[in-house]
C-alpha cells in the first residue's frame, strides 16, 4: 500500500559525511512526521531524528550538530545529512513515516533499513 525506500548508506571513515535518502510512494494522500531510527548491532533501536511536515525537526542528543534532516514534501522524501561521523553512529538506519492514506485512514510505515559502517 505505502512503501519507503532508503538509500545512501555505505561505508565512510570517521570525521566523513554519508547523506541517506528515503522516498515514499504508495497511496499516499498526505504524510506528517517523517523521521530515521538506527539499530546498532546488539542494541534496541533508536530515534535519530524527526521533521514535521511544517519542517519543525527533533534530534536525538547524539546526534545534534553533526545530522540535518530535512523533507521535500513534493517528492515525499526525507533525507538525512550526517557528517562528522564517528564509529558508534553505525548501524543499520531506517526510515519512518506517519501516512495519512488516500482512504483516509492513518498507517505508520517503516523502510527496510540502509547499513551505514563507520570506520576509525
Known amino acids: 500500500q505505502v512503501q519507503l525506500v532508503e538509500s545512501g548508506g555505505g561505508l565512510a571513515q570517521a570525521g566523513g559525511s554519508l547523506r541517506l535518502s528515503c522516498a515514499a510512494s504508495?497511496?499516499?494522500?498526505?504524510?506528517?512526521?517523517m523521521g530515521w531510527y538506527r539499530q546498532a548491532p546488539g542494541k534496541q533501536r533508536e530515534l535519530v531524528a524527526t521533521v514535521t511536515q511544517g519542517g519543525s525537526t527533533n534530534y536525538a542528543d547524539s546526534v545534534k550538530g553533526r545530522f540535518t534532516i530535512s523533507r521535500d514534501n513534493a517528492k515525499n522524501t526525507v533525507y538525512l545529512q550526517m557528517n562528522s561521523l564517528k564509529p558508534e553512529d553505525t548501524a543499520v538506519y531506517y526510515c519512518a513515516a506517519a501516512v495519512l492514506v488516500i482512504a483516509r485512514y492513518n498507517i505508520d510505515c517503516w523502510g527496510k533499513g540502509t547499513l551505514v559502517t563507520v570506520s576509525s
Open positions: 504508495g497511496s499516499i494522500f498526505s504524510i506528517n512526521d
